[in-house]
């Protein structure tokens, strides 16, 4: 009784001490999961900081280079004035006479012009004239596909935008033109493009810093023109204008200058 009572007791020690053992070594494990778990969070938290602090920072958008851009376009952009002082003090739309006159003397005003351009599977009212009837148009804001109809309740569906437009372009400048300028500016085809009605009046008279087509793969050749544009009339930009533009050209630096 007491060899077998004394061997009993002994394997009940060797138990003991092993389990001890195992204890440590799962508080061990338990803190080196513990501090991988907290070592993984910090790397998410400083990437999530790395990639939304840019967006919300301007010195550190530019630090990282978030509006540093190259090619045609952004060699064309950095030649524009900068106007961090905007006014639209007086604006007339009015005095930009869009759709009023016919310069190159087809008879046709130059919002059937740009639909007749711009569209594909063009009918007309009558066969001898000029204004649109019916249309298919592949709508670069948005990229989908949009029927034309003319009349009350279905014209607005395809409106004429001006790319640059006219409320941005007078106080970028536009505002101590003379009145044939103004003129021939509110009725330049290569200002003009048809688009989706509901995202043009989203647009609204929005620069490049506040409003961009939800289509991306539109969106270089859409500030290509913007600058384009700017370019031929000399307009100014604003400095947020101007880094939005860029940010844009980063993803596209072999982006051309549109010519029409």
């Known amino acids: 009784m007491p060899d077998n009572y004394g061997h009993r007791t002994v394997r009940r020690g060797r138990r003991g001490r092993n389990d001890h053992f195992r204890r440590r ?19 998410l938290i400083g990437v999530g900081f ?10 550190l958008a530019q630090i990282t280079g978030q509006y540093v851009a190259t090619g045609p376009v952004a060699q064309a952009l950095a030649t524009l ?23 190159d003397g087809d008879g046709c005003t130059i919002r059937d012009d740009i639909l007749k351009r711009d569209m594909t599977g063009v009918r007309y009212k009558r066969p001898s004239a000029c204004q649109v009837k019916t249309g298919v148009l592949q709508e670069p804001y948005t990229g989908k596909s949009v029927r034309f109809i003319r009349g009350k309740h279905t014209s607005a569906a ?10 941005n372009a007078w106080q970028s400048g536009a505002s101590k033109w003379d009145a044939a300028t103004k003129q021939r500016y509110g009725n ?7 688009v989706d009605g509901p995202a043009n009046q989203q ?26 544009v700017k370019r031929k009339y000399g307009l100014s930009v604003t400095t947020p204008e101007k880094q ?3 940010k844009v050209l980063r993803t596209c630096p072999t982006q051309e200058i549109p010519r029409q």
């Not at 330049?188 to 048809?194: G, T």
Request: aromatic content about 10%; proline content about 5%; glycine content about 6%.
């Open 158 to 167: 395809v409106q004429i935008d001006h790319v640059v437009a006219l409320e």
């Open 244 to 246: 939005a533009i860029s």
């Open 81 to 103: 004035p900068v106007d961090d002082h905007p006014s639209t003090r007086g604006y007339d739309r009015n005095s930009f006479g869009y759709n009023t006159t016919d310069d």
């Open 25 to 43: 070594w799962i508080n061990r494990d338990s803190l080196l999961t513990r501090f991988l778990v907290l070592l993984l969070a910090a790397c």
């Open 50 to 59: 790395g990639l939304v602090l840019p967006k919300v920072s301007t010195p």
């Open 203 to 228: 647009k609204g008279s929005a620069s490049a810093a506040y409003w961009l087509p939800s289509n991306r793969k539109f969106r270089c050749t859409y500030v290509a023109r913007q600058v384009g």
């Open 188 to 194: 330049d085809a290569y200002n003009l493009l048809a």
